[in-house]
């Protein structure tokens, strides 16, 4: 599946960002999507993931709460809501899938850059 990840900006802290991932899938069901991001000089980490039906949804605990996943499976896109951002979320933001099967990301898309003022 190819996945096309848009949304990032710039914005204050407190602030809020919507970011989408489509997919070129027909269907996300036999997929678990997944969010990452990667800041400057750091390892990329796990924020958000979910069956691709839309349940069973988890959440880093640097995002919980504050972070929101969900999934419009008519428009095969997943979006990632980014709710009281704080400057320590600045990173590039990235989608990705991995088939339900497999523990493996094999699909990644090209990133989205968010960066949080203070």
């Known amino acids: 599946v190819q996945l096309q990840a848009s949304g990032g900006g710039l914005v204050q802290a407190g602030g809020s960002l919507r970011l989408s991932c489509a997919a070129s899938a027909r269907t996300f069901s036999g997929y678990y999507m997944g969010w990452f991001r990667q800041a400057s000089g750091k390892e990329r980490d796990f924020v958000a993931g979910s069956r691709g039906s839309g349940s069973l949804t988890d959440y880093s605990d640097s995002v919980k709460g504050r972070f929101t996943m969900s999934t419009d499976n008519a428009k095969n896109t997943v979006y990632l809501q980014m709710n009281s951002l704080k400057p320590e979320d600045t990173a590039v933001y990235y989608c990705?899938?991995?088939?339900?099967?497999?523990?493996?990301?094999?699909?990644w898309g090209q990133g989205t850059l968010v960066t949080v003022s203070s």
């Open positions: 990705a899938a991995r088939p339900m099967w497999s523990r493996d990301y094999n699909s």
